[in-house]
């Protein structure tokens, strides 16, 4: 397997591994009428606000300057938080990879969007994450080595985006967007050809999936490097065992930190490909790592690096916890009365809806930054091009699983609500 295939892969699983989280937090939130009842408190402040045409509340423009608040613009984060769900659910990854870059396409700005996106984030750990049992394989050394490292990225990661900022807002905008388009660009292209691959061979592609779980080359080498402290793992499942340099686990953390801070995902959709594929840990203590991970770094980010310089819109937050809760439902329904082939295909282009979105917003950033020398009407045209591109990707996916839900509504209601795959089901 190639380097750029093991990358693909790579990602493929952070974004699933991120997806089940998220769809695990709200089937919790949704059963726990007491938290319902909390999220609605919260919310119906600011649909009143839009009912009395009111502006002036907590993340409005009155209250930090960065933000802009008009009476759509709440309405406009639960569909984009209802589209994000509909595709965590249905395509069972890549939903939280459209929400910074679909709030930058709505006209919020890209620190902002982040910003906003990491407390939408925490909002949700806090509320649904059922901590339980999970945490009992939580290796204590490994999670502290750990939350050091993010800890600092987090610091990293939100001083770049503010430095940026304060430098200059165009220089923000554009780096957050060329971020996201790389990233988007680059898993984008591989899932199309992926889909396209597996259309012609009928295959599954999960022997590529495969290659990623149990013990990898790159993890023996990995905890064969004896960098004091030395940690011990996984004791409970290989007699003796596993080692590995504290140091190295930090410096993950510090990745990860890094990457939740500039682009608001919060960090779980690369610690669990990390851990398994780069560190060697197994999957049971990986995930009890990455639940305590994803409230840590999330919250950390949220709070001491955007939250406090008034880079957190409250009323979006709200707003896409509440369609997403929706979304991520009907999407995971879903699945189970369309074919998996379809959905594979559906995940492709909305990721690479993503990438144009954000990579046909740089021609017209660098020109204001006069880094290049084109017509405004020229990159002016290519920008709304791809928001035009965008948004009808977007609008024609989440049509097309609200209508198959609709369709087969008797059919689904027999069904148990636990049972709902999340993972994308394989066309037979």
């Not at 990623?212 to 993890?219: C, P, V």
């Not at 880079?311 to 997403?324: C, D, N, P, R």
């Not at 609200?402 to 369709?407: E, G, P, R, T, V």
Request: some cysteine; charged content about 15%.
């Amino acid at each position: 397997m190639g380097i750029g295939r093991q990358i693909f892969e790579f990602l493929k699983m952070a974004s699933t591994a991120h997806a089940r989280w998220d769809y695990e937090v709200s089937m919790n939130i949704l059963r726990k009428k007491k938290k319902l009842l909390i999220l609605l408190a919260a919310t119906l402040p600011i649909l009143a606000a839009i009912v009395v045409e009111a502006g002036d509340i907590l993340g409005g423009k009155s209250a930090y300057a960065p933000a802009f608040y008009s009476t759509n613009i709440f309405l406009i984060s639960i569909a984009i938080g209802m589209c994000a769900g509909l595709i965590t659910g249905c395509i069972g990854a890549g939903g939280g990879f459209i929400i910074t870059p679909a709030l930058m396409a709505a006209g919020v700005k890209g620190i902002l969007a982040v910003g906003t996106d990491l407390f939408h984030i925490f909002a949700k750990a806090i509320m649904g994450t059922a901590v339980h049992k999970k945490l009992g394989n939580v290796s204590v050394k490994l999670a502290l080595a750990f939350l050091v490292g993010s800890a600092g990225g987090t610091f990293i990661g939100g001083a770049i985006n503010k430095g940026l900022y304060n430098k200059d807002p165009l220089l923000s905008e554009a780096f957050i967007s060329a971020v996201y388009a790389l990233l988007l660009g680059f898993l984008g292209f591989y899932a199309l050809a992926d889909f396209l691959r597996s259309r012609k061979s009928k295959d599954s592609g999960d022997a590529h999936s495969s290659s990623l779980s149990g013990t990898t080359n790159l993890s023996i080498k990995i905890q064969k490097v004896n960098i004091p402290p030395m940690i011990r793992f996984d004791e409970d499942y290989i007699p003796g065992g596993k080692r590995i340099s504290g140091v190295i686990v930090a410096l993950g953390g510090v990745v990860v930190g890094v990457m939740a801070a500039i682009m608001g995902v919060g960090g779980g959709f690369i610690t669990f490909p990390m851990f398994v594929y780069v560190f060697g840990v197994s999957s049971m203590t990986t995930v009890g790592t990455d639940i305590l991970q994803i409230i840590f770094t999330a919250g950390l980010g949220a709070i001491t690096q955007y939250a406090i310089y008034g880079y957190v819109f409250y009323t979006l937050a709200m707003g896409m916890l509440l369609g997403s809760l929706i979304g991520v439902q009907v999407g995971a329904l879903t699945t189970k009365v369309v074919k998996g082939i379809h959905i594979r295909g559906f995940y492709a282009v909305s990721i690479l809806a993503g990438f144009i979105n954000r990579a046909f917003t740089l021609p017209k950033k660098l020109v204001e930054l006069e880094v290049i020398n084109i017509s405004k009407p020229v990159v002016q045209g290519i920008e709304t091009a791809g928001n035009i591109i965008f948004w009808i990707v977007v609008g024609i996916f989440a049509i097309w699983v609200i209508s198959k839900f609709m369709m087969n509504i008797n059919t689904l209601r027999g069904e148990e609500e636990h049972t709902a795959p999340l993972l994308v089901k394989e066309e037979a």
